[in-house]
């Protein structure tokens, strides 16, 4: 019997424009290939700034890096914690053992998003600082969490890696902290294959994060002066070209895989055991980098979730199993002072996956064949 689905899902990044083209070969030719050299990759900062609300956005090398940055700008030194969500890419975690500190691992709710009772409980003497992370294309509860913060005296610092363009009551993911952090890695909505931003209202922590991306830098200093340490971790001019034709297209592309999120819970009704991760309360934009789905392995004749994404495979529908909680990742046991019980994220990497972007760029039809695949995946697991 042949797959549900033979036909290749859309690709990421999707074809590039006669811009894009344009704006490389621009600086191909025009030899100012280094961001203190050319124009485009100061000129991109500012526009994607503007897009969030933010009064400056500093480019880096990748989104690891923005929150590096971040951190280390808003004071975080050796010896601090910063409060992590156990559900999320590693990235979020490493990033903080990389500016010197400790995560300290904090549970999420049924979003999947971080809980902020969790980070209430955890903040202690040395946490500086708290990390939620913008999952899957929908705002944290930076309210709440703002609040646990103001109490505690920690700076709040945005990974929006997956949340470019995503709102929570109208306001945009990146600016609902003192500092938001952006990827634009290959799977990103936004990618020139790697790169990131970071986005602040804060002049005082722009200039820090300028000096430190700049081999230690002053903004208005000369070229040999280096007032203190700092690190050569800026864009390229080819990559910031590569970027800011998209400004114009991301709104597109979000409705896009907005109308399919919703045409895929709508064909999920229909499947018993597999139902969409509910969204947070206050979102109104999520940007859908992923649509997350619950499997109960109860549904499907008691197979595992690897047997299902297996099963899901062999009919045409490549799913993602998703992240294990952080509190369950021996990398990071060196560097982890603290953990709180994570039951929410560790059930979760037992059971939700992922439908990602790309697939989320095809049609209808394509929804209904996921929901399809599915149930003969349900009916093959039950005999």
């Not at 490493?94 to 049924?110: F, I, K, R, Y």
């Not at 703002?146 to 929570?168: I, N, S």
């Not at 971790?233 to 800011?244: D, I, K, N, P, S």
Request: charge should be negative; aromatic fraction near 6%.
């Amino acid at each position: 019997m042949s797959p549900v689905r033979t036909e290749d899902w859309p690709r990421w990044p999707p074809p590039p424009t006669g811009e894009q083209r344009e704006r490389l070969l621009r600086v191909l030719d025009g030899g100012r290939w280094g961001a203190t050299s050319g124009t485009e990759t100061a000129g991109f900062a500012a526009a994607f700034a503007r897009t969030v609300g933010a009064a400056h956005g500093l480019c880096t090398v990748n989104g690891t890096v923005a929150l590096f940055l971040a951190l280390r700008a808003l004071g975080v030194r050796a010896g601090d914690e910063v409060i992590v969500p156990a559900y999320t890419f590693v990235a979020s975690a490493t990033a903080v053992v990389l500016a010197g500190a400790s995560p300290v691992v904090a549970d999420v709710t049924e979003t999947l998003h971080l809980d902020p009772a969790a980070v209430d409980r955890l903040a202690g003497p040395r946490t500086t600082a708290v990390l939620p992370v913008h999952l899957a294309g929908a705002p944290a509860d930076t309210g709440a969490l703002r609040e646990v913060a103001d109490r505690h005296g920690l700076a709040v610092v945005e990974d929006a890696a997956q949340a470019h363009g995503a709102r929570r009551y109208g306001r945009s993911a990146g600016g609902l902290g003192d500092a938001g952090c952006f990827s634009f890695q290959s799977s990103k909505a936004m990618t020139a294959g790697e790169g990131g931003i970071v986005v602040t209202d804060d002049r005082a922590v722009y200039e820090r994060l300028w000096a430190l991306h700049n081999v230690g830098r002053a903004v208005d200093g000369g070229w040999y002066d280096h007032p203190e340490l700092g690190w050569n971790l800026r864009m390229t001019e080819f990559q910031a070209a590569v970027l800011r034709p998209q400004l114009a297209l991301l709104d597109g592309w979000i409705e896009h895989r907005a109308a399919r999120a919703a045409a895929l819970a709508r064909e999920l009704v229909a499947v018993e055991g597999l139902e969409p991760v509910p969204v947070p309360p206050g979102t109104t934009r999520h940007t859908w980098h992923l649509a997350m789905l619950r499997y109960e392995s109860g549904a499907f004749g008691g197979r595992s979730k690897a047997e299902f994404v297996a099963g899901m495979a062999a009919e045409g529908v490549p799913l993602d199993p998703g992240y294990r909680s952080l509190s369950r990742e021996p990398s990071l046991a060196p560097h982890r002072v603290r953990s709180g019980p994570c039951p929410v994220a560790e059930a979760a990497g037992e059971s939700v996956v992922w439908v990602r972007q790309p697939m989320l760029m095809a049609d209808d039809a394509a929804m209904g064949q996921i929901a399809e695949a599915a149930r003969v995946v349900q009916a093959r697991f039950r005999g």
